[in-house]
Structures are given as C-alpha cells and as structure tokens.
Nanobody
C-alpha cells in the first residue's frame, strides 16, 4: 500500500503561482508513476500531469503545458506540482496519485493510490 498526502493548496490571484507537494509513505515510492489530477465542483476528475519513476519523462494535459511543472524527489518520497500563470479555470481540488505501471498513463480509473486532495482557488 501507498499513502499519499497533498499540501500547498490555497487562494491565489490569476497570474500567480502555487507549489503543491505530495508526500508518499508505505510501499516503495521510487518505482511508481506519480500523477496529479484535479476535480472542479460538479465535474469529473481529470488528468493534469504525470512523471515516471526516474523523473526523466513527464506529460501534461494541453491546457497546463508551459505553465505547470511536475517533479519528484525520490530521496524525500515527494512529488511536486509547480503551477505558474494560474487561471480561474484551474480552480479545483488537486489530487496526487500513484501507479505501479512501467509506463505512466492518463486514465483516472487505472491509478491505484490517491491522496485526500488539496484545494486550489484562483480568483480573477
């Protein structure tokens, strides 16, 4: 089992930045794909970004490319999401997730472990 705890959410004005963190514990973290997802009120949870176990491969949904950066520090068992140039449409609860697959993927239902979420609110 893997336990994930997100932190770093908050209220920020449009154009601002936030850095989310996800601390992992339990089963080994290093070899897992790690991802960030988000869910706005009344909407389905959607993929934001993922990173492979070594940190060498990342992938983002189109709407956040160039603005968000996912990274991981395996020595600290932590994955990050740096969010810049935030927009009101980025407002959502952000969740981190873990997946033991060798190749990371974007389908929400196929991720095995989830954190509790952290609220990100971007005001206009």
């Amino acid at each position: 089992q893997v336990q994930l705890v997100e932190s770093g959410g908050g209220l920020v004005q449009a154009g601002g930045s936030l850095r989310l963190s996800c601390a992992a514990s339990g089963r080994t973290f290093r070899r897992y794909c790690m991802g960030w997802f988000r869910q706005a009120p009344g909407k389905e949870r959607e993929f934001v970004a993922h990173i492979n176990w070594s940190g060498g491969t990342t992938y983002y949904r189109d709407s956040v490319k160039g603005r968000f950066t996912i990274s991981r520090d395996n020595a600290k068992n932590t994955v990050y999401l740096q969010m810049n140039s935030l927009k009101p449409e980025d407002t959502a609860v952000y969740y981190c997730a873990a997946d033991p697959r060798l190749v990371c993927q974007t389908v929400v239902a196929l991720w095995d472990y989830w954190g509790q979420g952290t609220q990100v609110t971007v005001s206009s």
